[in-house]
């Protein structure tokens, strides 16, 4: 076949369909010859390649294994034509080779030139440099003689002697004058005047001073640059850049060591005109650093928290430490007695209405000598999140229940807590010297919520006690104490302190004041901590005696001054190395809190905003303000405050907060209409007179019941009034007569109940409502009555309404209001 009949077939010339045949090349590699027809694609190796499985030999390959329509000529010359590629790919490559060490060589070269120019330029400065210090060292020691000349007794010297002096010795200059030793008057100084400085020798330049460092490398940098034949570029540093999620140009730079005006170039050939104090965001600053040839690494705010971490303590740094016991249980059933009793101490006296409204935090010492942390919580119902966390900082629960009572709502979640925690329990009976206490009904009320105690054949341990007589205290400590020696409980104490906020407070005189139950390590006097949103360093530390101490080991509860706001209960405490990263830890959670409180609030899409405007038009809100002494208390009262309501009225809480009430709380109570309610605080006396003057309600409360009862009260009366319809009595229209002066009026009988004048009436056709409204007369024959008693007849007339017709009936009723009530 010839070259041209293997062109047709392949389909090689302009506006051929058959097929098409195509050879790309990369970088002067030959690849595959790929060759298409119209009904398949076969694939021809390029030279040196791998044959295929039971190919032939030869330059033209096997005939039967070739593509068809490719003849013997062909195939030859397209081989020939990659073999010539490959070649040239060979030549290139070994002249660029050559190339490349020929310049290395004279990198080489001239590198050489350099370190010799350099060299030379070194020598030729230590020359001059010990060429001068010769010239110091003559002059140091002609000065020395010049002293010694004039201390020895000599006589003057004659004018005789003055002329035979040889003309080429110098005059004594003021300098040398100023080196003699000034001895009018006062002898010899012992050379006291030698080393210091005068201001003739600072002007003159004899004080030794001499190039610095950073001078000389400069120098050297520019002949360095000099020889290589001109400007060559310093070596480009490459940083890895923390880049955060917001940046300020001129940060920026500094961080990539370039300079300001070249950064804010690139960001303005970027279409960004700012300046160098202007805050960019991450994006941008990623490609303005890939641009200067730097890499970016991504940090997050949160990564200010990383100084906070989790230390792994090994075995032999563990020590043993006191146990934490949570005593929990319903109100009433005398956890704070037992604890007293327990103590010794009389803390139930001081509570308001006999119920504990705080997390109390105290150690004991029991006559074993064994050290017990004992965490007192409130039994409302209100103080859920307060029972929450003492269960979560606890090692032992102890549920106290009343014998002469049962297992009651906050028993049953106290018990759901200890769970959840996943702490021992023990069971403490109380109330066992009541004539009335039954014991045996708490076990078996327990076994309805899982809770099978030791007499009915279950784990958790039961102890029979009385706060009053003392009954079981020793029991109750040791099954305490055989339920921690169980737990094996050990921690380190020399390292950083961690702990949690047990409760918090304003105080007048010391300032915000945490309550901390310290976990781990020691919390010592002076430390610097982070908890929560607030900051501080350690003024005093306060144990639950009253009594300073200088530290706090694991498992101490003491009172934590030095805060500069208060915090609130749950959160962790943990001590930092400097206070610049504890303010920086704070403020991060704060703005974080803040982000967090505003994306909660706030409608995003438009169909959000309109339900709310509609809801809000339908509910009433009753707004107060509450001030509480202890961040605990004010949060259980806020709890409360939002399930007081229903669809047509709610509570909104305005602001809560801790410490006495101010006349900034007054202004806003003013502003939005609003009362204040005080638990366990007052209203400074500016702040009363400004809430006398401007008619703002304060109520003072130390019991939480109180508090809830008077809200509920007042929520419920924006309540609407119920309206109740009662059917008093119907009538039928015999007949209806026109009146001058009154209009048609309708003749009726009562056929049930009673017909008054004063009741709302409707008027019914075929059992259809066709009017509603007042009777405007009520006729017993010629007299105006006020009612109509049944199986009598009357004359009625309806107000600014005609359209009566005999047959009509109309229904007599009175409306009724209800006045309604929240639950």
């Known amino acids: 076949m010839s070259d041209t009949d293997g062109k047709k077939t392949l389909g090689l010339r302009s506006g051929a369909r058959p097929g098409n045949v195509k050879q790309s090349f990369s970088h002067g590699r030959t690849k595959n010859v790929v060759v298409e027809t119209k009904r398949k694609r076969v694939v021809v190796p390029k030279p040196g390649a791998a044959k295929p499985a039971g190919a032939g030999g030869g330059s ?126 006062r002898g010899d100084d012992g050379g006291r005047r030698s080393g210091k400085l005068t201001l003739n020798q600072a002007l003159s330049g004899d004080g030794g001073r001499q190039r610095s460092m950073a001078a000389m490398k400069r120098k050297q940098e520019r002949a360095r640059q000099k020889a290589m034949g001109g400007s060559v570029e310093r070596e480009k540093v490459m940083r890895t850049v923390n880049l955060p999620e917001a940046i300020v140009v001129s940060e920026l730079a500094n961080r990539m060591a370039e300079r300001v005006g070249d950064v804010v170039k690139a960001l303005m050939n970027n279409g960004m005109m700012v300046t160098q104090n202007q805050t960019i965001d991450a994006d941008t600053a990623e490609l303005i650093i890939e641009e200067f040839g730097h890499k970016v690494q991504r940090v997050s705010d949160a990564d200010v928290e990383d100084v906070i971490k989790e230390i792994e303590d090994s075995d032999e740094d563990l020590q043993g430490r006191p146990p934490v016991i949570t005593i929990m249980g319903h109100v ?46 409130p039994g409302h119902a209100a103080f859920t999140s307060m029972r929450s966390r003492g269960a979560q900082v606890t090692d032992i629960v102890v549920l106290v229940v009343a014998a002469d009572d049962a297992v009651m709502p906050q028993t049953i979640e106290a018990i759901n807590h200890a769970k959840a925690a996943e702490v021992p329990m023990i069971v403490a009976i109380n109330k066992c010297d009541k004539p009335e206490a039954n014991p045996d009904k708490v076990r078996t009320d327990l076994l309805q919520h899982e809770v099978i105690v030791e007499k009915m054949s279950g784990e958790v341990q039961d102890v029979e006690v009385s706060a009053i007589t003392g009954q079981g205290l020793d029991e109750l400590l040791e099954a305490i104490a055989l339920q921690a020696e169980i737990l094996e409980l050990k921690a380190n104490p020399d390292r950083a302190a961690q702990g949690a906020v047990i409760e918090a407070q304003l105080d007048v005189g010391r300032g915000p004041v945490a309550t901390v139950l310290i976990q781990t390590g020691t919390l010592r006097q002076g430390d ?73 609030g706030a409608a995003t899409t438009l169909e959000q905003l309109m339900a709310n405007a509609k809801a809000d038009e339908n509910v009433s809100e009753l707004p107060i303000l509450v001030k509480a002494d202890v961040q605990g208390s004010a949060e259980a009262i806020v709890q409360a405050m939002e399930k007081i309501g229903n669809d047509e009225v709610r509570v909104r809480v305005l602001h809560s907060g801790v410490g006495a009430i101010t006349e900034t709380d007054v202004g806003l109570a003013e502003a939005s209409g609003a009362p204040i309610m005080g638990f366990n605080v007052r209203a400074s006396a500016s702040a009363r007179n400004t809430a006398n003057q401007k008619g703002v309600e304060i109520r003072y409360y130390s019991v939480i019941y109180d508090l809830v009862d008077d809200v509920k009260a007042a929520a419920s009366g924006l309540l609407s009034a119920e309206i109740r319809e009662n059917f008093i009595g119907y009538a039928e229209i015999k007949e209806v007569f026109k009146v001058s002066g009154v209009g048609k009026v309708a003749g009726c009988l009562v056929t049930e109940g009673v017909a008054r004048r004063s009741a709302g009436v409707r008027l019914l056709r075929d059992n259809v409502v066709i009017h509603e409204g007042t009777l405007k007369t009520l006729k017993r024959f010629k007299d105006e009555v006020a009612e109509v008693q049944s199986g009598q007849e009357c004359g009625m007339a309806f107000e600014n309404y005609d359209d009566i017709r005999p047959q009509d009936v109309i229904e007599i009723f009175e409306r009724e209001e209800i006045t309604r009530t929240l639950e």
């Open 528 to 600: 610097i901590f982070v908890v929560g949103e607030q900051y501080g360093k350690v003024r005093a530390l306060i144990n639950d005696k009253g009594e300073r101490v200088k530290e706090a080991g694991p498992s101490v509860p003491v009172e934590v001054l030095g805060l500069n706001g208060t915090p609130e209960a749950g959160d962790v405490l943990n001590v930092t190395e400097t206070e610049a990263q504890a303010r920086e830890i704070a403020e991060y959670r704060e703005k974080a809190a803040k982000d967090k409180r505003a994306a909660a």
């Open 332 to 377: 009433d059933h005398g956890k704070t007695s037992l604890l007293d009793a327990i103590r010794d101490a009389k803390v139930v006296a001081g509570e308001a209405g006999g119920i504990t409204q705080h997390i109390g935090a105290y150690q004991v010492k029991t006559d074993g000598g064994a050290v017990l942390s004992f965490l007192d919580t």
């Open 60 to 185: 033209a390959g096997d005939p039967s294994r070739r593509p068809a329509g490719i003849s013997d000529a062909e195939m030859e010359r397209r081989l020939k034509a990659v073999q010539a590629a490959k070649a040239r790919e060979v030549e290139e490559t070994a002249k660029r080779e050559a190339e490349e060490k020929a310049r290395e060589a004279e990198r080489e070269r001239r590198r050489a030139e350099a370190e010799a120019k350099e060299q030379a330029e070194r020598e030729r400065e230590q020359a001059l440099k010990a060429k001068e210090e010769e010239e110091k060292r003559k002059v140091a020691e002609a000065a020395a003689a010049a002293q010694a000349a004039a201390a020895a007794p000599t006589e003057a010297p004659k004018p005789a002697q003055r002329q035979a002096q040889p003309a080429s010795t110098p005059r004594k200059t003021d300098r040398d004058r100023d080196q003699r030793p000034n001895n009018r008057g």
